[in-house]
């Protein structure tokens, strides 16, 4: 029943940035984990990163791939009822379509299941 759009792909040069958003409706949004995959042509979908519904050890519990720890950053803003990937320091093997993903539960897990998808935005670095 959630419906994710993604937006802000884009055409970027290897060492830029870029942005991408995902508005959320269709359930109550702080209630669940959110997080980013993403797929590179001829490759099978990787998780990106997530982050928890609410305050866990006095934060959000946040994962990152080992991949892009460093470069990116996923953000939550609940009362727009959206989360955000900050990319920077992008590379050609970021090159993917990047996905929005609404979990079932309060904290990510690599078993999480997924409530909902995104249509998924395209990010493309060129060297």
């Known amino acids: 029943q959630v419906q994710l759009v993604e937006s802000g792909g884009g055409l970027v040069q290897a060492g830029g940035s870029l942005r991408l958003s995902c508005a959320a409706s269709g359930r109550t949004f702080s209630s669940y984990a959110m997080g980013w995959f993403r797929q590179a042509p001829g490759k099978e979908r990787e998780f990106v990163a997530a982050i928890s519904a609410s305050w866990r050890w006095n934060r959000f519990i946040i994962e990152y791939t080992d991949s892009v720890k460093g470069r990116f950053t996923i953000s939550r803003d609940n009362a727009k009822n959206t989360i955000y990937l900050q990319m920077g320091s992008l590379k050609p093997e970021d090159t993917a379509v990047y996905y929005c993903?609404?979990?079932?539960?309060?904290?990510?897990?690599?078993?999480?299941?997924?409530?909902?998808w995104g249509q998924g935005t395209q990010v493309t670095v060129s060297s």
């Open positions: 993903a609404a979990f079932s539960g309060d904290l990510y897990y690599p078993s999480a299941a997924v409530g909902g």
